[in-house]
């Protein structure tokens, strides 16, 4: 997996774990075998949260190891139907359990970046998210099927196309559709010769990212452009009676809806992330806050449009994978505002203006490119590298 290095700066020291998400092909049986074990899996994760409560109200240290050990003394008398799935269903849910716990102490003492974590909360069946572990013993892959404990071969649209070690897998359910993420340990590739250097990245709305050589990728807008559909659907649920039979059927439509614009917006991500990061070698980019940004009623929208954190993250672990750097630059570092020509920094440069002229050399500075020259140079100075050194590399 990937390891971080001073200043932010991300390199490989070990196998990378990548998962390669599939969608299945159930039979209706098989997918309501599925449900079966997703609901298995919420119930024995909201039992150990209960009994992880419980336990530190009484003054004992409680710990997902020790609950999984007391469950499985129990779950024969008083809960059978746990024995109707495979036992990696239960397992797969203390895991998540122990994460949930691991990373939310981590976020109140500072191990862990980004905003303060939640308390762990209860699962419901109505709003929680269907999914359950499988572990890498327990199932196999083979050309389009995989088999899963306990029922067998299922169908998948694709070949599982990540060569390594399996590691696990994740059963989930997204709209009407099953999925199958499979984590593998891949090795890098031994050598990529890099077409260019170095460059920096400029991310924004209207253009969601403009690179420091002047290629620009364009927001697609995927969920504006579709707004009036939404509206629609919206306005259909709403007549709906709730829990109705066409209240679950507009539902359905709602969320397939959501998942198709999701696939949209992931669909442009990769392929923008997959082009850098196999074009530049060292990549400097914003380390932007984005949970602030979108906090700003009148860019939030356009802002979650362009999933500007989707980007950076795909960035970081791609290069990582392809043997180049991600080197985060400051986020009050005045890119904008600094001429890439003479260094000379404006005093102010209002937010629609995309054009401004140098006062001291006269350069005629377009706003994004201009920002990512310079996002470009101080990540080269953070490395302790010139132009001319990354050049060379």
Same mark, same amino acid.
């Given at each position: 997996?990937?390891?971080a290095?001073?200043?932010?700066?991300?390199?490989?020291?070990?196998? !990378?774990?990548?998962?390669?998400?599939?969608?299945?092909?159930?039979?209706?049986?098989?997918?309501?075998?599925?449900?079966?074990?997703?609901g298995?899996?919420?119930?024995?994760?909201?039992?150990g949260?209960?009994?992880?409560?419980?336990?530190?109200?009484?003054?004992?240290?409680? &710990?997902?190891?020790?609950?999984?050990?007391?469950?499985?003394?129990?779950?024969?008398e008083?809960?059978?139907?746990?024995?109707?799935?495979?036992?990696?269903?239960?397992?797969?849910?203390?895991?998540?359990?122990?994460?949930? $716990?691991? #990373?939310?102490?981590?976020s109140?003492?500072?191990?862990?970046?980004?905003?303060?974590?939640?308390?762990?909360?209860?699962?419901?069946?109505?709003?929680?998210?269907?999914?359950?572990?499988?572990? #890498?013993?327990?199932?196999?892959?083979?050309?389009?099927?995989?088999?899963?404990?306990? *029922?067998?071969?299922?169908?998948?649209?694709? +070949?599982?196309? !990540?060569?390594?070690?399996?590691?696990?897998?994740?059963?989930?359910?997204?709209?009407?559709?099953?999925?199958?993420?499979?984590?593998?340990?891949?090795q890098?590739?031994?050598?990529?010769?890099?077409p260019?250097?170095?460059?920096?990245?400029?991310?924004?709305?209207?253009?969601?990212? /403009?690179?420091?050589?002047?290629v620009? $990728?364009?927001?697609?807008?995927?969920?504006?452009?579709?707004?009036?559909?939404?509206?629609?659907?919206?306005?259909?649920?709403?007549?709906?009676?709730?829990?109705?039979? +066409?209240?679950?059927?507009?539902?359905?439509?709602?969320?397939?809806?959501?998942?198709?614009?999701?696939?949209?917006?992931q669909?442009?991500?990769?392929?923008?992330?997959?082009?850098?990061? /196999?074009?530049?070698?060292?990549?400097?980019?914003?380390d932007?806050?984005? /949970?602030?940004?979108?906090r700003?009623?009148?860019?939030? @929208?356009?802002?979650?449009d362009?999933? *500007?954190?989707?980007?950076?993250?795909? @960035?970081?672990?791609?290069?990582?994978y392809?043997?180049?750097?991600?080197?985060?630059?400051? +986020?009050?570092?005045?890119?904008?505002?600094?001429? &890439?020509?003479?260094? #000379?920094?404006?005093?102010?440069?209002?937010?629609?203006?995309?054009?401004?002229?140098?006062?001291?050399?006269?350069?005629a500075?377009?706003?994004? *490119? #201009?920002?990512?020259?310079?996002?470009?140079?101080?990540?080269?100075?953070?490395?302790?590298?010139?132009?001319?050194?990354?050049?060379?590399?």
């Amino acid at each position: 997996m990937a390891g971080a290095l001073r200043d932010g700066q991300w390199a490989l020291i070990a196998p !990378l774990i990548k998962a390669h998400k599939i969608r299945l092909n159930p039979t209706p049986e098989q997918a309501a075998y599925f449900t079966h074990c997703a609901g298995v899996a919420r119930f024995v994760y909201n039992w150990g949260l209960a009994q992880w409560k419980s336990q530190y109200a009484a003054g004992e240290s409680p &710990s997902a190891f020790k609950l999984k050990k007391e469950f499985n003394a129990i779950k024969r008398e008083h809960y059978p139907f746990v024995g109707e799935v495979a036992k990696d269903v239960a397992e797969g849910a203390f895991a998540n359990l122990a994460a949930a $716990f691991q #990373n939310f102490f981590a976020s109140q003492t500072g191990k862990r970046r980004g905003q303060k974590g939640k308390y762990p909360k209860f699962k419901s069946k109505k709003r929680s998210k269907l999914s359950f572990r499988l572990n #890498n013993d327990k199932f196999r892959v083979a050309d389009h099927g995989v088999y899963v404990p306990r *029922l067998g071969w299922v169908n998948m649209t694709e +070949r599982l196309r !990540l060569p390594g070690k399996i590691m696990g897998a994740v059963v989930s359910k997204a709209a009407d559709w099953w999925y199958v993420a499979i984590s593998v340990a891949v090795q890098p590739p031994e050598s990529i010769q890099f077409p260019k250097p170095s460059v920096g990245i400029d991310l924004g709305v209207a253009t969601v990212a /403009t690179l420091s050589d002047g290629v620009t $990728f364009e927001n697609q807008k995927v969920l504006r452009s579709e707004l009036a559909t939404l509206k629609r659907l919206n306005q259909e649920l709403a007549r709906r009676q709730q829990g109705s039979q +066409r209240w679950m059927k507009t539902k359905r439509k709602v969320a397939r809806f959501h998942k198709r614009i999701a696939d949209k917006r992931q669909d442009f991500a990769h392929k923008m992330t997959t082009h850098i990061s /196999t074009t530049y070698r060292i990549i400097g980019v914003e380390d932007l806050h984005v /949970t602030g940004m979108v906090r700003n009623r009148r860019l939030a @929208l356009s802002l979650a449009d362009a999933g *500007l954190g989707e980007i950076v993250r795909q @960035l970081r672990y791609k290069a990582v994978y392809n043997g180049g750097i991600v080197q985060p630059v400051g +986020r009050f570092f005045a890119s904008s505002k600094t001429c &890439s020509a003479c260094s #000379n920094r404006t005093s102010a440069l209002a937010l629609g203006c995309r054009q401004w002229t140098c006062a001291t050399c006269g350069t005629a500075n377009h706003r994004d *490119l #201009n920002a990512a020259k310079n996002i470009e140079g101080e990540a080269l100075r953070l490395l302790g590298l010139s132009p001319g050194v990354a050049t060379s590399a």
